[in-house]
């Protein structure tokens, strides 16, 4: 079975800078996708940025970026100019590309944002 | 606003009852999932439908049940209720079963409490 995990239960980082959430995932499958969804305070849980395995490039959405390492199997997050709406847990997620659609995720990190 | 709806919002609720947590998908989309998030156990993908089909089953316990209806609503529920059953229930949707652009989008959640 695959697991996810974040090794970083809270982090900090100054408006303004920039901040790298981590995860790694445990799989023997080569095709598969990788997911961080923001959940604020109000709990909703938000896609930020989806990465799928067989693209070599790093995905990108503004100010997010990721940085995925298939060998490695780390996919981390990036978020530049942090703001203030940025707090939040971060998941990482992982979904096989077989036999259904069921995310699996990490135990998130808090992100913490001090102004 | 993902486009997928849950209802209730809050659910305050005694030992041994039973309730319904009840999903609407996004416009479109075939696929309804259910995740439970709790303290001690995290995210955690219970079952999913497609098309009012049962697709997949995860951590979901016996005292659970869901069914997805023709007009793709979905409706989970819970009995013989237990403290620990006390989480947040997100449902989710995405347009079919599996691969390329499948992506989920999540439902506010309904907030269950069990006294």
């Known amino acids: 079975a695959q697991t996810v995990t974040q090794s970083q239960p809270e982090m900090s980082v100054q408006e303004a800078e920039t901040v790298t959430l981590s995860c790694t995932y445990d799989?023997?499958?080569?095709?598969?996708?990788l997911f961080w969804y923001k959940q604020p305070p109000s709990r909703q849980m938000i896609l930020v940025i989806r990465q799928e395995a067989y693209k070599q490039q790093n995905a990108t959405e503004n100010r997010f970026s990721v940085n995925f390492q298939k060998a490695a199997k780390s996919f981390s997050l990036k978020i530049s100019d942090s703001q203030l709406g940025d707090a939040a847990m971060y998941f990482c997620?992982?979904?096989?590309?077989?036999?259904?659609?069921?995310?699996?995720f990490g135990a998130g990190t808090i992100l913490r944002v001090k102004s | 606003d993902s486009g997928v709806t849950q209802t209730p919002k809050h659910l305050i609720t005694a030992t041994g009852q039973r309730v319904t947590l009840r999903c609407s998908p996004r416009s479109g989309d075939l696929s309804v999932y259910w995740y439970q998030q709790s303290l001690d156990q995290g995210l955690q993908f219970l079952i999913q439908y497609y098309n009012g089909e049962e697709r997949a089953k995860g951590n979901i316990l016996e005292r659970f049940s869901a069914q997805q209806f023709p007009d793709l609503h979905s409706e989970l529920n819970l009995s013989s209720l237990e403290l620990g059953d006390s989480a947040l229930y997100f449902c989710?949707?995405?347009?079919?079963?599996?691969?390329?652009?499948?992506?989920?989008?999540f439902g506010p959640g309904t907030r269950l409490l069990v006294l």
């Open positions: 799989t023997s499958e080569s095709d598969y996708y």
């Open positions: 997620a992982y979904r096989s590309s077989q036999g259904g659609n069921k995310l699996v």
């Open positions: 989710a949707s995405s347009a079919g079963t599996s691969g390329g652009q499948e992506t989920q989008y």
